[in-house]
């Protein structure tokens, strides 16, 4: 009985004109959003998005590849200190700088990935490389911890 209920308000409300479309009642024509804007729209908006994305991706790009440099820089020191490592505590540091400089290749792979990314796939290969930047700098704090 409830079906029955249902479906004859589906029927009393597919014939109502205009119902769900988003005109206002008594307005005829094309909805504001199926309006085609002219070119100089598009062009004039299309170059500053494409302007802007390209001037921050550049600048992301910039952001990691210091970032890279720091962590780079921090695994060399901590290979330094491995050599002062307690002997019960060397094979878990060392394991931990294995996975630290894994950890590392991958970020500078998805780095070369994301400069000869196509402009539409970027958002795709960023979020891949802020995963990697971020499991890179969790691994590299947790070596630290074991000094």
């Given at each position: 009985?409830?079906?029955?209920?249902?479906?004859?308000?589906?029927?009393?409300?597919a014939g109502v004109p205009g119902y769900g479309s988003g005109e206002q009642p008594g307005q005829k024509g094309t909805?504001?959003?199926?309006?085609s804007k002219g070119p100089e729209a598009k062009g004039e908006l299309g170059q500053a998005a494409k302007?802007?994305?390209?001037?921050?991706?550049?600048?992301?790009?910039?952001?990691?590849?210091?970032?890279l440099a720091e962590i780079q820089k921090r695994i060399e020191d901590l290979r330094a200190k491995a050599v002062k490592v307690a002997p019960?505590?060397?094979?878990?540091?060392?394991?931990a700088l294995v996975?630290?400089?894994?950890?590392n290749t991958v970020?500078?792979?998805r780095l070369a990935a994301l400069k000869n990314s196509p402009e539409?796939?970027?958002?795709?290969?960023?979020?891949?490389?802020?995963?990697?930047?971020?499991?890179?700098?969790k691994a590299c704090l947790e070596a630290e911890k074991l000094l």
């Open positions: 009985m409830k079906y029955l209920g249902i479906m004859l308000m589906a029927a009393l409300l909805p504001a959003v199926t309006q302007s802007y994305s390209a001037q921050k991706r550049k600048e992301y790009q910039n952001r990691i590849e210091v970032d019960q505590k060397k094979r878990t540091f060392r394991m996975d630290l400089q894994r950890k970020a500078q792979n539409n796939a970027w958002s795709g290969v960023k979020a891949d490389m802020d995963k990697a930047m971020d499991d890179l700098s």
